[in-house]
Structures are given as C-alpha cells and as structure tokens.
C-alpha cells in the first residue's frame, strides 16, 4: 500500500547533469512506498536566468506549471531541485498581485495551490523519519559528515517557509537519524556561486574553497548536500578548486538520498555514487560501510 | 585570490558626494513600479553588505546600490558590475530588518539595465542568461547538452581557450563527465512548447 501520494517536479538539471539524484530519490522513494507522479509535460522554471532578466517570463513559466500540475489528482508536490523549489513558491506569492501576467499563464486558484515540498524537508518530517529508521538495515556508524543546505531551499523565509532559515536542521536530522553524526558547522546555508561557476568561475572557486576549508577544520569526512547545484559545484569542479587553492580537500559530496539508500540497502547505489567525480568509495571503505555483493 | 578594485572605489566615492547635491526621486519609483521592493525604508544598516558572500567581486556595495536609488544617482547604479556579479542567495534579503527585497531589487535594476540599454560591464553573465532562456526556448527544457557548448562558443570562452591552448584541462573535464555517464541523455521537447516559444518572446537570441 502506498502511503504518500505526491506530484513530482524534477526540474530540467535532474534529467541531465545530476541524473544520480533523480535516480537516488526514485529509488529510495520506491522503498519507501512513496509513489510519485511526474507532473505532465512540465517546462523549464526559467531559474536564474528568467528571473534575473526576464521577471515576467520567470512568473508565466511557472505559472504554466501550475496550470499543468492542475490536472493531476494530487493536492501536494515535491520538488528535489532547491532552484525550482523557490521559483515556484516566489510565483505562488507574487502571481496574484502581479499585473503583468498573461491571463493564460495565471496559476489556477480555483483548486487552491498544491503544498510545495523540499524535498530535505519532506524526509525530515516525523511521519517519514519512522518510516525510513524502520528500513534501515546498515546503520552508517562513524560517518562524520556536514550537511550543506545552500540558499534557495531556505531563503528567504518567507518564501520557503523556513523557520530556522540561518541554521536548518532538517538534513542533520536525517542523516543522525541513519547512525551518522552530523557536525554543527557556520556554513550551513552559505552560498556556492551556483551558476556563476560558468561565467565566473573565480568567485566559484572562492566561495567553494571556504566551504571546504571550514569543513576540514570541523572536522568532518564527507559534505552532505540536497542540491544538485551545490553538488556540481562541490563535486565536479573539486579538483580545479584545489588546484586554485594549492591544496588537497579530498571531501566525497553525498546526497542525503543518496546516503538513505545506502543505509536501507536499496539496489542502485553503486550506479548513483560511480556518477559521482570525486572518489565517494574509498571514505566508505575505510569506515566498512561499502560491502557490495 | 582577488584583489578589490580601489580606482572603482574612489570614484564611487566621488558620486556619492556630488549625489548629495541632487536627490532625485524618479529613478526609486520607478523601480518600484516594477515590483514592491520597499527600497526607500532602508536605514544603512549594511547587513546586506556584511552578510554577502560576494562583496570582493563587487564595485559597489549592496547598501551603497540601495543608497544610490534613493538618491537617483541612475548611472552609477545601471553601470555597476554589483548587480551582474550578485549570486541571488538571498542572504540580503532574508536578513535585512526592514524587509526591503535587496536581491529582487537587483534583478529589477538588470532589467533595467537591458531596456535601457547599458552597456553591461560583466557580458559573459549576461551571455550566460540568454544563452539559457534561448535554449529552454527551443527545448520548453533547459538541456545542458547544447547549453554549454552554446554558452562557450557564445561567450567567446572557447575562441580564448583555442587561441591560448587553455582547452587541455576541459578536454580531459568533459570526457570525465562523459565517462561518469552524465552527459548521456537526449533532448526532450515538450508539448507544449509553442506556448514556451510565446512567454520567452523576446529571448530569440
């Protein structure tokens, strides 16, 4: 029996580039009997470019999402991508009062708007925390990891409805709750630079480069993350940022889900952490947490 | 790794003083009518400035942007590299105590920018930009397959990165994605992508 029913918006970046986490959560939401529901011919959210040139644009793209995701029965959705997450809860906020609008592209009101879930948050809740400690079978014992937020899924507040906007818990929650232990950290929801790592990869490499140094020096193995922009960043580009930065940070970047199915043994793990560019094996080795069969 | 722009900061510095002479009100409203940005109750505290995380590539501060519409001053704030170089974490906006859309306000002075036809002084983030909305455009989905290689040619990257002999790193970059399989996928258009085609109107090129 399913005991969630959810529309599910992956957003363009989880079809392409970060493949591993739309797998991941696929995967672990299969196993936890979760059954989601890709919203009907979806459209790109416009992200940062649509809204930093193109506000009306930004608004009627995902206005016309909405208008999709109101064909389908669900009443709640979940976004795993942070950037489409605050693009559509910055849309359901100012669509009403906007006057430029498109009347096509009004997001329909009659059925009221379905609840945007993050997808961080969605796990974290009490309901989910059971269900995924009853499915745990390899607990992931003497993992030390950070967990890394990043800025759309918390900011700004008001948006993302986030109480604890300048210190979440909801990863380290999750992650405890899978026999890690999550390190407190400043740079929970510091900002990686996004997509400025294409038109200015030096601010990248600045940013990313605190972020590693600050996690070493709490101490902590591994840099848990639930934003496909922030793992690219994190991960792909790691190796040019220490070379920039003339040091070894040497950091595996997980995704929390990641991190679900490896605890709860789901099949597909290996497939989602051999995507990954900085070496994620070794650290489990070492921990004897990677036994595959 | 960066070293802060000091000529920049002292004319900066010149502006705001011959800016205290004339205050002009025109330019705040009409941002303003773009989007409710409550601009004009800020009170300098620069917590804005203080929690940016990208003030050492910035000319001018987040505070001193908020300053200078106040007091009209249109072109310093339409030239400024501030506005292209702003990551839009929201860190300003989620933090300012009169609730003034610091980062929204930057987006509405981009666009700004554009209609007025400024010179931009950070072209390849703007690139970056049309480059993107062309591409969801074309696909009603952004697809990173035709997207970065557009975005290189574009941007004049690949031209630079030819002419130097810079491309070694990206070649051995772009066949370790290849081999990680993250590059194997193939464009979807949607359905509905003649309305995409008519909200993206403008962004043909």
């Known amino acids: 029996m399913k005991i969630f029913e959810l529309a599910y918006y992956p957003g363009c970046s989880l079809q392409g580039t970060a493949k591993d986490y739309a797998e991941s959560i696929i995967g672990i939401c299969e196993s936890l009997d979760i059954q989601l529901t890709e919203v009907p011919d979806w459209n790109c959210c416009g992200a940062t470019a649509a809204h930093s040139i193109d506000r009306r644009a930004s608004l009627d793209l995902v206005g016309r999402i909405f208008r999709q995701a109101a064909q389908m029965p669900q009443s709640e959705m979940l976004v795993p991508c942070p950037m489409c997450f605050n693009r559509l809860k910055t849309a359901i906020l100012a669509q009403p009062f906007d006057q430029k609008t498109e009347d096509q592209y009004r997001i329909p009101m009659e059925k009221g708007f379905p609840k945007i879930w993050d997808t961080a948050n969605f796990f974290a809740t009490q309901q989910m925390m059971e269900t995924i400690s009853n499915k745990v079978q390899q607990p992931l014992k003497g993992l030390k990891v950070v967990c890394y937020y990043g800025c759309m899924a918390n900011r700004p507040s008001e948006i993302s409805d986030e109480t604890d906007f300048e210190n979440p818990q909801s990863l380290d929650r999750i992650v405890m709750n899978l026999g890690a232990t999550p390190i407190a950290w400043p740079f929970k929801t510091d900002c990686c630079g996004a997509t400025q790592v294409l038109s200015r990869p030096d601010i990248v490499s600045h940013l990313v480069g605190n972020l590693y140094d600050m996690a070493r020096r709490v101490g902590a193995q591994a840099v848990v993350v639930s934003c496909q922009m922030c793992h690219a960043n994190l991960d792909i580009y790691q190796e040019k940022i220490e070379a920039d930065w003339g040091r070894r940070f040497n950091l595996p970047i997980y995704y929390f889900s990641e991190l679900i199915g490896l605890a709860s043994n789901v099949s597909g793990v290996e497939k989602w952490l051999s995507s990954h560019l900085t070496d994620p094996f070794p650290l489990l080795r070492e921990l004897g947490l990677w036994n595959p069969t | ?205």
């Open chain 2, 1 to 205: 790794m960066i070293t802060k722009d000091y000529k920049r900061r002292e004319n900066k510095i010149e502006q705001m003083h011959q800016a205290t002479l004339h205050p002009n009100e025109i330019f705040l409203q009409q941002l303003e009518a773009d989007g409710k940005f409550d601009a004009d109750v800020c009170f300098q505290c620069r917590k804005c400035t203080n929690g940016c995380p990208v003030t050492f590539a910035m000319d001018l501060y987040p505070d001193e942007v908020i300053r200078l519409v106040i007091l009209g001053q249109r072109e310093a704030v339409l030239k400024c590299r501030t506005i292209w170089v702003c990551a839009a974490c929201e860190t300003c906006t989620a933090r300012c105590p009169n609730g003034v859309k610091i980062a929204e306000l930057m987006d509405a002075i981009k666009e700004r920018t554009l209609l007025e036809r400024v010179p931009v002084p950070q072209p390849q983030i703007l690139t970056l930009h049309r480059t993107f909305l062309k591409n969801v455009r074309k696909w009603g989905r952004a697809f990173e397959g035709t997207l970065l290689p557009a975005y290189l040619l574009r941007s004049g990257q690949f031209l630079h990165k030819w002419r130097e002999r810079l491309w070694g790193w990206d070649i051995k970059f772009g066949w370790r994605l290849l081999y990680r399989g993250r590059f194997f996928h193939f464009p979807k258009k949607i359905r509905g992508k003649k309305e995409i085609r008519n909200i993206l109107i403008h962004h043909k090129k």
